[in-house]
Each structure stands twice: as structure tokens, then as C-alpha cells.
């Protein structure tokens, strides 16, 4: 199985900060160290891989004091640090104000800063998604994400944003192509996704979206822009369930869907379901992210879906055991 394309490195033995230690954080983090370069990881609880050339380091990034002195020296700053939960009000509350910070102690330390981004913020998802797509949605989750974007244009810091469509991939959880799809998958089981289950839809594996950041941090060129991660043909839920089965060498599960009218109503009732219904149009109807230009750009291409499906199956199965 071929192996996600890793960036050569354009410095020797360069030092990168990475902060959180989630799918993407770790698997910048792991890429990075890969090629042979010194990490810094700051996670509030000192996680992220096990790597001589990776330093974890305690922190909070919400601490001005402690960030300059940890940024510094460092080439480009990876900020993959999500809200504390899935929420309009967690966002609002804690994503500016840590995104301002970053940017400010990195500015000092000279670093550009490289931000994974979603699709939230675009105001024609009906139409193909490219990087020239208009970028304005207002309201909730999604008006956040473009507050942010915003505010990173005009942020005196040199930085980009890399969007990716729903992650899937190896240390992907909290995802509708996480645990809600491959526990069910690899037990054989019947599951329930949101919206329908045949709609094509953008999904993005992590490890492209983390090679795509790293090749945009070492090219001065490609900063102070928005990129998109190098995206395989749209699928419907259905269609990506049946990539993870046949990887696994199981049958093709039973998948049905809980229609967005029906979330709605829960979401009357519960906060949980409210959260999310607010972007259950994105699996109602084509929600298709388009990445040739950055391809094309950044001089990569996705991982083919069989070999994404297998590692994904592969690091699951490593998990139970």
C-alpha cells in the first residue's frame, strides 16, 4: 500500500510548532518529524506522538505569556485547536480570541501560521465549492467560520487556511466518517446517517489536508490565501461505507437516514441535535468541494480512496485490539 505523499523538506532540520493533538495536529506533527524536522506540540495536556524529534510541551495557547518564548525560532505555526465542543456558543467564546492570540505571538516570533479550515463558511454551498467561491455565510457555526477568515485576512501575520471537506482517516472520532460510521462498519452492523444517505459529498482524508499545510508553510508564495486540502471524487454516505467494508473484507452494511426535518424536531428538544441540524443541508442535497486549482498549485494530489479506506480500516482495527 502506498504509503500519503509527505512534503520534502525545503529546510534542514527546520523547527515547526503544532498546537492540539487531535487527528490533524498529530498527523502534522507526525509528517513533520517524518521528514525530519523538529516539533514543538502544545496541548493543554502534554499529548501527541511519541517521536525523538518531537518535543510535547504543556500549554495553554490562551496564554499570551507563554507563547512567544514557545514560538520561538519556529519556521510556521499549525493551529489545530478546535472549540472544547460542538457548539455556536463554544466557538463564539473561545475560537477568536485563541485564533488572535496565535496570530499575535506568532507575528513576533516571525512564523506564518497555517490553519485548517472547513466548509461552513460558503454562502453558494448548492453550486461546486472552489477556492474562488464566495465565502460569506452568515449565522451560527457557519458565520463564525467566516468571522474567522475575515479576521485572518486582516490580521498583519502572514497566514493561510487549507479548507477540507468532513475528515475521515486514521484518528478520526468525532466525524460523520468517524466512529458513528466505522464501529458499525467493521461489526457488520446497520447505522444511521443524517440527511440521506445518497447525496454526493465532499470528504477529505487527514493525512492530504495535513500534507497540503505543510507544503503551503515552506512556500512564501502560497501564503495570505485560502487553499483547498486535495479532495477525491464527491461521495454519498452510503458509497464511503461500502469503500470502509470492502477494505475491511466485510460485507457492505445497511445504511438508512434520519431525514433533516426529523433532527430539527429533535433539535426542538435537545441541544445536541439542534447543533447539529444546523448543517444538515450539507447531506440534503449535493455539498461538493472542488480542489483542482490547489492540486494544480501545491502540486499534490488525494489519496486514492482504496489505499485512504485501508489505512483508516487498518488503524481502526488497532484500536481493539
Not at 96 to 109: D, F, I, S, Y
Not at 143 to 169: E, W, Y
Not at 188 to 208: A, C, E, M, N, R
Amino acid at each position: 500500500m502506498t504509503e500519503p505523499h509527505v512534503p520534502e523538506p525545503r529546510e534542514a532540520r527546520a523547527l515547526y510548532a503544532v498546537t492540539g493533538a487531535g487527528p490533524v495536529g498529530w498527523t502534522v506533527a507526525e509528517q513533520l518529524a517524518t521528514a525530519g524536522h523538529s516539533v514543538r506540540i502544545l496541548t493543554r495536556s502534554g499529548s501527541g506522538p511519541s517521536h525523538p524529534l518531537i518535543e510535547r510541551v504543556p500549554a495553554d495557547v490562551s496564554d499570551p505569556a507563554r507563547l512567544g518564548g514557545l514560538f520561538a525560532g519556529a519556521a510556521a505555526v499549525f493551529h489545530c485547536i478546535h472549540g472544547s465542543e460542538y457548539s455556536t456558543r463554544a466557538w463564539e467564546t473561545e475560537l477568536p480570541r485563541a485564533e488572535q492570540t496565535v496570530l499575535a505571538a506568532a507575528g513576533e516570533a516571525g512564523a506564518v501560521v497555517v490553519f485548517p479550515e472547513s466548509l461552513y463558511s460558503y454562502s453558494e454551498p448548492d453550486l461546486p465549492m472552489r477556492e474562488d467561491s464566495p465565502r460569506e455565510a452568515q449565522g451560527g457555526k457557519r458565520g463564525i467560520r467566516t468571522a474567522l477568515l475575515t479576521a485572518r485576512a486582516a490580521s498583519a501575520t502572514d497566514n493561510a487556511s487549507v479548507v477540507a471537506g468532513d475528515f475521515f482517516g486514521p484518528r478520526v472520532r468525532a466525524a460523520h466518517a468517524g466512529e458513528r460510521m466505522l464501529k458499525p462498519v467493521l461489526a457488520g452492523k446497520p447505522f444511521v446517517v443524517i440527511g440521506g444517505t445518497d447525496q454526493p459529498h465532499s470528504f477529505s482524508y487527514v493525512p492530504d489536508l495535513a500534507a497540503a499545510m505543510i507544503r503551503i508553510a515552506q512556500d512564501g508564495s502560497l501564503w495570505n490565501r485560502v487553499w483547498h486540502t486535495p479532495t477525491g471524487p464527491a461521495l454519498s454516505q452510503r458509497q464511503l461505507a461500502a469503500a470502509f467494508a470492502s477494505a475491511a473484507g466485510v460485507r457492505a452494511p445497511r445504511v438508512a437516514a434520519l431525514p433533516g426535518w426529523a433532527l430539527r424536531a429533535m433539535g426542538l428538544l435537545a441541544p445536541a441535535f439542534r447543533e447539529l441540524a444546523e448543517t444538515v443541508y450539507q447531506f440534503e442535497q449535493p455539498f461538493v468541494m472542488d480542489s483542482r486549482a490547489s492540486e494544480a498549485a501545491l502540486g499534490l494530489q488525494p489519496t486514492p480512496l482504496p489505499e485512504a479506506a485501508a489505512a483508516t480500516v487498518a488503524w481502526w482495527r488497532n484500536q481493539a485490539r
